[in-house]
């Protein structure tokens, strides 16, 4: 498994931007699909983007498309999440997420989570 550690939270106003970084070390990092999934209160947590091993393809939810970017860097081991124009309901607890290169990015494969990072949009 790899572990990971996020950074990049905090409190923004409606329409702001904030990146979301998330390192990882151990296991082959470029052997994982990488991505985000966030946690409301009182909600489930849902998948926000994710992306491919070498970042060809990826994926968002309906939510986010066109606002919120999706990347990462395999020679730092690192992945990154771009939200742009901010609103209140992305106001969640985000967690960087490694599924294996072998299973499709859903919450049920997930080896490797990371501790969170919570993102509050005032409006």
């Known amino acids: 498994q790899v572990q990971l550690v996020e950074s990049g939270g905090g409190l923004v106003e409606a329409g702001g931007s904030l990146r979301l970084s998330c390192a990882a070390s151990g296991r082959t990092f470029s052997n994982y699909v990488m991505g985000w999934f966030r946690q409301a209160p009182g909600k489930e947590r849902a998948s926000v983007a994710s992306i491919s091993l070498r970042g060809v393809n990826t994926y968002y939810a309906d939510s986010v498309k066109g606002r919120f970017t999706v990347s990462r860097d395999n020679s730092r081991n690192t992945v990154y999440l771009q939200m742009n124009s901010l609103k209140p309901e992305d106001t969640a607890v985000y967690y960087c997420?490694?599924?294996?290169?072998?299973?499709?990015?859903?919450?049920?494969?997930?080896?490797?989570w990371g501790q969170g990072t919570q993102v509050t949009v005032s409006s």
């Open positions: 997420a490694a599924v294996p290169v072998y299973r499709s990015f859903s919450i049920d494969y997930v080896t490797s």
